[in-house]
C-alpha cells in the first residue's frame, strides 16, 4: 500500500513519526504552513519557518523513504495580526521554490475583514504563480465557513479544479461536492473526521477529487490514521485500487497541477528508506552550516 498525506505539519511531529509512517506505507506529504501555537512578532520568523519547510523538513523526511513538498502562505488566524500582515510581501520569494507545491493555507479562522483581504490576496497571488491552493475551512461555523469561502474561490478567477477544500465533514461535502473544487478531509482522534466516518462519505460521495490527510500536528493527532482510513476502506468493501486512488493518485492529479511535484525515484513498496544514517551516533543527520 502506497500512501501520500496531502496535510501534515511535520514541524510539530517527531523523528520517530517519520518512521513510523515509512513502515505503514507514507511515501510523500505535503506540509502546509500553519501557525506554531503562539504569536509570530515578525516577518523574519515567517522567513525562517518557510526556509525551514524547504529546507530541513525535506532533509529529514528523506532519511526514512518520505518525500516532503509544502505549501506557503499567511494562514488565517495570524491574517488578523498587523504583525504578520507584511508576510504577504515576502510570499513570491517562497512561491518560486522548486519545493512549494501550492499557496496554503489561507481561507478563514474567525471569518474576519482582515482574512477576507489576505484569503483574496492569496488567491491571487496563486493564480499570478499558477500554483493550486489549499484552502483552510474554519472549525466554527463552519458551514457558514465554507460558503464564504465557495464565494471568494469564484470571486479570485481561480479554476476550482485547483482549489481544495479542506476540514470538511459530513454537512459541508454536500455544499462543496459539485463546485469543481477538491475536496480535503482530516482524520483525527477525537474531532473532525474518523475513518469510519470517512468510509460512509466515500459511500455517499464515490472516490473522485477526495483528499484524506491527517493533519497531524502540535496537538492529539495521529499521523497514521491515513492508513486506518485505507483499512478501514478495504473492510467496507472498497477495492485496492480504490485505496490508491483515494490515498495516493488523487493527492499526486491535485498537487502535481503546480508542476513541481517531484516523486522520481521514490520506494513506493516495502518498508521505506530502513535505518537512517547517524551523525555521531545522533539519529538525524545534519543538514546546513
Not at 58 to 82: C, I, M, S, W, Y
Request: contains cysteine; proline residues 7%.
Amino acid at each position: 500500500m502506497r500512501i501520500f498525506d496531502p496535510h501534515i505539519h511535520m514541524t510539530s511531529r517527531t523523528t520517530d513519526d517519520y518512521e513510523r509512517m515509512a513502515a505503514a506505507g507514507v511515501r510523500a506529504v505535503v506540509e502546509p504552513a500553519f501557525w506554531l501555537g503562539q504569536p509570530r512578532t515578525n516577518v523574519g520568523s515567517f522567513a525562517d519557518y518557510f526556509d525551514s519547510l524547504i529546507g530541513w523538513e525535506p532533509f529529514r523526511a528523506g532519511q526514512f523513504g518520505v518525500r516532503h513538498h509544502a505549501t506557503v502562505a499567511l494562514n488565517p488566524k495570524e491574517a488578523n495580526d498587523p504583525r504578520c500582515r507584511p508576510v504577504l510581501d515576502l510570499l513570491p520569494r517562497y512561491l518560486n521554490k522548486d519545493a512549494v507545491v501550492a499557496v496554503g493555507e489561507i481561507g478563514y479562522d474567525s471569518m474576519t475583514p482582515a482574512e477576507d483581504e489576505a484569503f483574496a490576496a492569496q488567491l491571487a497571488l496563486a493564480v499570478a504563480h499558477d500554483l493550486p491552493a489549499l484552502v483552510h475551512t474554519p472549525h466554527r461555523d463552519k458551514a457558514r465557513g465554507v460558503e464564504r469561502s465557495l464565494a471568494v474561490v469564484a470571486e479570485s478567477g481561480i479554476e476550482p479544479g485547483r482549489v481544495v477544500l479542506d476540514h470538511l465533514n459530513e454537512v459541508t461535502v454536500k455544499l462543496a461536492r459539485d463546485t469543481g473544487c477538491w475536496l480535503g478531509f482530516s482524520i483525527y482522534p477525537d474531532t473532525k473526521m474518523s475513518p469510519p466516518r470517512m468510509v460512509e462519505i466515500l459511500r455517499a460521495y464515490g472516490t473522485e477529487r477526495m483528499l484524506v490527510n491527517s493533519a497531524a500536528d502540535w496537538g492529539r493527532s495521529d499521523p497514521l490514521l491515513t492508513r486506518a482510513t485505507a483499512e478501514a476502506m478495504l473492510l467496507a468493501g472498497f477495492t485496492a485500487d480504490d485505496v490508491d486512488r483515494v490515498l495516493w493518485r488523487n493527492p499526486v492529479e491535485f498537487f502535481g497541477q503546480s508542476g513541481r511535484l517531484d516523486l522520481t525515484d521514490l520506494t513506493l513498496t516495502g518498508d521505506g528508506a530502513g535505518p537512517p544514517a547517524t551523525f555521531a551516533g545522533n539519529s538525524i543527520l545534519r543538514g546546513g552550516s
